[in-house]
């Protein structure tokens, strides 16, 4: 049994893509944290800011963790981090054709979706602002979830036609 062709292309282009955005959003806030007047290529306005998104409290933790933990521990990180390690291990797991893998495939893009849904409302409702990058990764995470459950769908049926 293969990945199909079209299933393996998007993946990496989705992870690649997601990889890139975090890897982006992380090199602002750390960016924004050495110089308060840094303004990313991201920044077009006061209302279309990606690093007065990334510097608020929800960039880091969801904006929850700081609750549990002090904010400046490490278990704090920035959302970019969780984004960096999510697109990682959807590319690396993407490479197995286990039924464990696809379930957690799905499971872990539906947390993600969860996640985006959290911080599109933060950001429209809370801090009023648009994100260019931030939209960008919800889309990548709501995409990675269809193709994670065609990929399952796909997985179960050659597992049952197999035996």
Not at 30 to 35: C, D
Not at 62 to 70: P, R, T
Not at 114 to 138: E, H, K, Q, R
Request: hydrophobic share 45%.
């Amino acid at each position: 049994m293969a990945i199909p062709t079209w299933e393996r292309k998007v993946r990496i282009f989705l992870c690649v893509f997601g990889l890139l955005l975090s890897v982006y959003a992380l090199h602002v806030e750390l960016s924004r944290e050495r110089n308060p007047d840094y303004r990313a290529m991201c920044d077009l306005g006061e209302s279309v800011s990606c690093s007065k998104v990334f510097s608020s409290r929800w960039g880091r933790g969801f904006g929850l963790v700081q609750y549990f933990v002090d904010k400046d521990s490490p278990l704090n990180q920035p959302n970019s981090v969780l984004g960096i390690i999510f697109y990682t291990l959807q590319m690396c797991l993407g490479l197995s054709l286990s039924r464990k893998a696809a379930l957690f495939l799905v499971f872990s893009s539906w947390v993600s979706v969860a996640g985006s849904l959290y911080l599109a409302s933060i950001l429209a409702f809370v801090l009023g602002d648009f994100c260019m990058v931030c939209v960008s990764t919800y889309l990548v995470n709501f995409v990675l979830l269809f193709t994670n459950l065609k990929r399952r769908r796909a997985i179960e049926g050659l597992k049952e036609k197999s035996g």
